[in-house]
């Protein structure tokens, strides 16, 4: 191939640029970006939502592929040893909201992600007290030995009764509640009130 091969294709496409600009639209017919648009990007570099807002003619996708090629994209953030170590300590026992103000780079889903890569786990939760002494019970004894309300519907055969809270707005269902009982290995027993 020739030099005048590669001349006539620079040719082309400067006359091409040319009309894109005096038209003001791209080959696609999409608004090509102007001044106003680029320094909109400028004043709210890096917050996506309030770009969308003041350019609503714009996709969030084309706002992100404009704010890269202006080099304005959120920079990434890398977890330093001492941020890992202090996560280490805070994940199992405090609560998402004191987790995301002491790391506050970063959402709750990063910090979730980032601690199921290093193995962090948080603290086993407890089942909430319903009021009925005897489904209490049932709850804490599945939680003591690691079950979770599936297991117990699975051992019990009863459905899926203790997965959907089947005692909320009815009566409580004493046969699962007893079968129940006997799938943890415990005993019914009637007490009388003197």
């Not at 704010?67 to 953030?77: F, I, N, T």
């Amino acid at each position: 191939m020739s030099f005048a091969y590669y001349a006539r294709n620079v040719a082309s496409g400067e006359r091409a640029r040319r009309r894109m600009v005096r038209a003001g639209v791209n080959m696609r017919g999409q608004k090509l970006w102007d001044d106003t648009e680029r320094q909109i990007l400028l004043d709210h570099r890096g917050d996506y939502d309030a770009m969308r807002k003041r350019l609503r003619h714009r996709s969030r996708v084309a706002i992100r592929s404009q704010c890269a090629k202006m080099g304005l994209q959120r920079s990434v953030h890398v977890w330093s040893a001492a941020e890992v170590s202090k996560l280490r300590r805070m994940y199992p026992k405090a609560s998402s909201e004191e987790i995301c103000i002491a790391f506050p780079h970063s959402t709750w889903t990063n910090i979730k992600q980032v601690a199921r890569y290093h193995g962090f786990r948080r603290a086993t939760f407890s089942y909430k007290l319903t009021g009925i002494p005897a489904l209490d019970d049932v709850r804490h004894r599945c939680r003591d030995i690691g079950w979770s309300m599936v297991d117990l519907d699975k051992a019990a055969r009863t459905g899926r009764y203790f997965q959907h809270a089947g005692w909320v707005g009815k009566r409580i269902n004493h046969r699962a509640l007893g079968r129940a009982i006997e799938a943890l290995d415990g005993v019914v027993q009637a007490q009388w009130n003197e």
